[in-house]
């Protein structure tokens, strides 16, 4: 296992309402990463983080936001969720160093999150 | 813009029949090309990581090759618990990992 831990495994949610996700990790690796998993498409990153403060956006970030204020923990948050992130959410980390990117992510198991 | 496409969709195979999954690709400069596979209701298992042409990787019954231009994943003698969905993805110039929408594969007994 790669010391990744999502919570909650499950949600079911409301139209309108805040959501947060977290993310937690073991391995103190530098870079934590936030996607999106849908029948039809790969997985799409949404927000990533390259240490404490540091974020930016992926490919499909309207409507997240995240934080990271410890290395091991960083957050995904729905402001207002709408049906259209009813979706599996995946984080990942990887280890620094490398030549930008060589190394592998890994993966937690996911969050099924369902916005009715 | 780093493109994947993974081919066939599904694949069903018979134990001890042998085959292979494509990921063909385009990319602006490679840095690395990943193979994953994912259990239904898991995250994605690292299995490879291929950095240039001619390169190969094994793990038991799974072999993993890269072209300029395609990669493959040879499944020799397959079992059922070999049966999962594998993902291919990579990394470019840009540092972003590219997924591809992945190979359902089942093995009957």
């Known amino acids: ?116 | 813009e780093d493109q994947v496409t993974q081919s066939p969709e599904a694949l069903r195979l018979q134990e001890g029949e042998s085959s292979s999954l494509n990921c063909s690709y385009t990319v602006s400069g490679l840095r690395g090309l990943f193979w994953y596979r994912q259990d239904p209701g898991k995250g994605p298992e690292f299995l490879f990581t291929l950095y240039s042409a001619g390169e190969e990787k094994e793990k038991e019954r799974l072999k993993a090759t890269l072209t300029k231009k395609e990669s493959f994943l040879h499944i020799t003698a397959p079992k059922p618990e070999d049966s999962a969905t594998y993902l291919c993805a990579l990394t470019g110039a840009n540092s972003k990992l590219t997924f591809g929408k992945g190979i359902t594969l089942s093995v009957r007994p």
């Open chain 1, 1 to 116: 296992d790669a010391g990744i831990t999502q919570s909650p495994r499950h949600k079911v949610t409301e139209t309108g309402t805040p959501v947060t996700l977290r993310c937690h990790q073991t391995e103190n690796h530098r870079y934590m990463y936030w996607y999106r998993q849908d029948p039809g498409h790969g997985l799409r990153l949404i927000h990533y983080s390259y240490g404490v403060k540091d974020t930016d956006k992926g490919e499909v970030s309207d409507g997240y936001s995240v934080s990271r204020s410890k290395t091991e923990d960083f957050l995904l948050t729905l402001e207002s969720a709408t049906s259209s992130q009813t979706s599996v959410y995946f984080c990942a980390i990887r280890a620094g160093g490398g030549t930008g990117g060589n190394q592998p992510q890994h993966f937690g198991d996911g969050t099924r999150l369902s916005i009715l």
